[in-house]
T-cell receptor, first 113, second 114 residues
């Protein structure tokens, strides 16, 4: 069964304090790994897609990396506006051409000024 | 550009009452459509998906149903709500593809069943 586990559940950082969020996964043949950002009461907002081990993608203060078993979301010199829940998801086998994303529980990140 | 609309944003319903949540997508044709539920402290759970008009597939047995009466319209329904139906409901769409494609989510509906 495809599974995604994110750690830690919650993380508090001071502004400017860099850190990493972890996403461990088990899937029968990885087709893609996705990172989303979700603000309270809002729908998830797409950040990155990673397709193969060794791949990296960056956007502003965020960098996502991928290995064969896990992905990391590195946050460099975060600001209070980076506070959100970060969700990781893997693409499970397609179902009739539809995407089936299996999500982790998320990491709730708080950046204190 | 493509946009997804989901309403209402918040809903409080008594147990046993009916439910209808609506989602529409603009700016694309023949999208794949999805309903997810997010319970407090838990990950997003896929409820239904649709690859075309009238084609609905359910991922988990439950008290809910879905319909797709038009290409870009997706409706989530229940005849009688249960307390356990409370949660944050998200509609999403993706382009039909044989590869991994990202999902675009709506703004969600917070449903409280009392």
């Amino acid at each position: 069964e495809d599974q995604v586990t994110q750690s830690p559940e919650a993380l508090r950082l001071q502004e400017g304090e860099s850190s990493s969020l972890n996403c461990s996964y088990t899937v029968s043949g990885l087709r893609g790994l996705f990172w989303y950002r979700q603000d309270p009461g809002k729908g998830p907002e797409f950040l990155f897609t990673l397709y193969s081990a060794g791949e990296e993608k960056e956007k502003e203060r965020l960098k996502a990396t991928l290995t064969k078993k896990e992905s990391f979301l590195h946050i460099t010199a975060p600001k209070p506006e980076d506070s959100a829940t970060y969700l990781c998801a893997v693409q499970a086998p397609l179902i009739q051409g539809a995407q089936k994303l299996v999500f982790g529980q998320g990491t709730r990140l708080t950046i204190n000024p | 550009s493509q946009t997804i609309h989901q309403w209402p944003a918040t809903l409080v319903q008594p147990v046993g009452s009916p439910l209808s949540l609506e989602c529409t997508v603009e700016g694309t044709s023949n999208p794949n459509l999805y309903w997810y539920r997010q319970a407090a402290g838990r990950g997003l759970q896929l409820l239904f998906y649709s690859v075309g008009i009238g084609q609905i597939s359910s991922e988990v047995p439950q008290n809910l149903s879905a319909s797709r009466p038009q290409d870009r319209q997706f409706i989530l329904s229940s005849k009688k709500l249960l307390l356990s139906d409370s949660g944050f409901y998200l509609c999403a769409w993706s382009v039909p593809s044989s590869g991994a494609k990202k999902l675009f989510f709506g703004s969600g509906t917070q449903l409280s069943v009392l």
